[in-house]
């Protein structure tokens, strides 16, 4: 492990402990902890802001180094913290853990973290952290996600939480049994273009919402004569790759919190590209699908069809874009924009192929402005996760949720593989 953690303030380890300190919910909580001996449980608050300590696991990989450590928790540790309802801030201090000692003492000196370790026991038997999180390699997340609760740690993680449902509903219900609150990442939610979509369905601007349309995707290298922009364990089903186990997870909490439920599924995935070059730059058989398209109805009545792609060339505004069609209006939400077009203005295009088009419809489609200002969607998810882990309250995007989506994975596969539309 690297050098010792510096104490920013009160290091809070567990729930009790937390609520300790911030006098909620103390009695519905007390004896959650196991083992915690009452020394561990009693600090004494020794500045004003008290100090959650969070074992980031995959701190190196692509996600866990960008979005999760420097875009949300340093980020939250250099603004002072998060701050809560009542105005006090609770700060966040990393305990990085990898499996590569270099680059992890590489990536703590560059942002200033002091501490670091290829040990996960040791990470987890510490009790100056209470959260642990996980943005490992998915085949290797269940495994920790399970020790991490056995040490007593909330839990956040990316998602899939586990590579097949029924995993993921065990560990919700051990988190739940343990006291633990979890969470999975539920980042598209959190996305400008996303949040305008949100407030145009709160706001009543489609009417009845008919269909949405999504199209996400863009060209992955192969990895010969360009290197892969993605990793290799995506496109091997061994190692828990594939795309409808990566995507689906996200569309099933996109449609669910957007539009509704999703109750049946028709999809077909394929893998369209057959050999890819590795990070080694050797060649192998892709034996995950790289491709799906999928139907989705929903208990609302409407029907989802979403295409997601490593092998489309982008000709888009954005790398996702969800139409939504409805009676009263229209939208397109990408990552960042969202354009509408109201029934009030809209053309009434006539099919003519002898003739030229001569409108750009493009073109007739309104901005919806900012009216905000928008965090990094990670770093705001964070912020929720560690607000409810002080009020020792269920995170909104739990494991159930994550189940869900693997749970609508699983679905499109079976769907692909046998031809026919599954009901969930
Ligand atoms: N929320 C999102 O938008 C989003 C986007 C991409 C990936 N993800 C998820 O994040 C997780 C990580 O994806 P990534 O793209 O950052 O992957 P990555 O390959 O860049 O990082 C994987 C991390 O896992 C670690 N690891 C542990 N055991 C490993 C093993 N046996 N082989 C390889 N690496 C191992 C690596 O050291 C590395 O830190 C995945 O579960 C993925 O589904 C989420």
Same mark, same amino acid.
């Given at each position: 492990m690297g050098t010792p953690l510096l104490i920013r303030g009160l290091v809070v380890s567990c729930r009790y402990a937390v609520t300790d300190v911030f006098g909620l919910r103390l009695k519905a909580l007390s004896g959650y902890r196991r083992?915690?001996?009452?020394? /561990? $449980?009693?600090?004494?608050?020794?500045?004003? &802001?008290?100090?959650?300590? &969070?074992?980031?696991?995959?701190?190196?990989?692509?996600?866990?180094y960008r979005q999760h450590l420097v875009r949300s928790v340093l980020?939250?540790? @250099?603004?002072?913290?998060? $701050?809560?309802?009542?105005?006090? =801030? &609770?700060? &966040? $201090?990393?305990?990085?853990?990898? =499996?590569?000692?270099?680059?992890? /003492?590489?990536?703590?000196? /560059?942002?200033?973290?002091? %501490?670091?370790?290829t040990d996960l026991d040791g990470a987890l038997s510490d009790d100056t952290t209470s959260i642990y999180f996980d943005a490992q390699i998915t085949s290797a997340r269940e495994k920790a996600v399970r020790a991490a609760i056995a040490a007593g740690k909330h839990i956040y993680a990316e998602k899939p939480v586990a590579e097949a449902a029924g995993d993921a509903l065990a560990l919700g219900k051990l988190a739940d049994d343990a006291g633990v609150v979890h969470g999975v990442v539920h980042d598209k939610l959190f996305l400008p273009g996303l949040l305008k979509l949100r407030r145009l369905i709160d706001g009543g601007f489609f009417g009845?919402?008919?269909?949405? /349309?999504?199209? !996400?995707?863009?060209?992955?290298?192969?990895?010969?004569?360009?290197?892969?922009?993605?990793?290799?364990?995506?496109? %091997?089903?061994?190692?828990?790759g594939g795309i409808v186990l990566d995507m689906f997870c996200h569309w099933n909490y996109v449609l669910e919190n957007l539009f509704g439920r999703v109750q049946a599924v028709t999809a077909k995935a394929v893998t369209h590209v057959a050999e890819r070059w590795d990070e080694q730059g050797e060649p192998y058989p892709a034996t995950a699908d790289d491709s799906a398209y999928g139907i989705f109805e929903l208990e609302s009545g409407i029907i989802a069809q979403i295409n997601s792609s490593w092998c489309?060339?982008?000709? =888009?505004? $954005?790398?996702?874009? !969800?139409?939504?069609?409805?009676?009263?209006?229209?939208?397109?939400?990408?990552?960042?924009?969202?354009?509408?077009?109201?029934?009030?203005?809209?053309?009434?295009?006539?099919?003519?192929? @002898?003739?030229?088009?001569?409108?750009? !419809?493009?073109?007739?489609?309104t901005e919806v402005p900012d009216n905000a200002e928008f965090d990094n969607g990670f770093k705001a998810q964070w912020e929720q996760y560690l607000r409810d882990v002080v009020a020792g309250r269920p995170h909104v995007y739990d494991f159930f949720a994550a189940a869900r989506g693997i749970q609508l994975a699983e679905a499109g596969l079976t769907s692909s593989a046998e031809g026919r539309r599954v009901v969930l």
């Open positions: 083992g915690g001996s009452a020394k /561990r $449980e009693k600090r004494s608050v020794t500045m004003s &802001v008290p100090t959650l300590g &969070v074992i980031l696991n995959g701190a190196t990989g692509r996600m866990g980020a939250i540790r @250099d603004q002072g913290g998060v $701050e809560l309802a009542d105005g006090r =801030r &609770v700060q &966040v $201090e990393p305990l990085l853990v990898g =499996r590569s000692a270099d680059k992890l /003492r590489e990536i703590a000196e /560059r942002h200033g973290v002091t %501490r670091w370790t009845r919402i008919l269909s949405v /349309r999504g199209e !996400f995707g863009y060209w992955v290298f192969e990895g010969d004569w360009q290197s892969a922009q993605r990793p290799s364990w995506n496109y %091997r089903a061994e190692d828990g489309v060339r982008v000709n =888009r505004d $954005e790398l996702v874009e !969800f139409q939504v069609d409805g009676t009263e209006g229209s939208a397109v939400a990408g990552l960042r924009k969202c354009r509408v077009q109201h029934r009030s203005a809209t053309p009434k295009p006539v099919w003519n192929p @002898d003739l030229p088009a001569t409108e750009s !419809f493009r073109d007739q489609w």
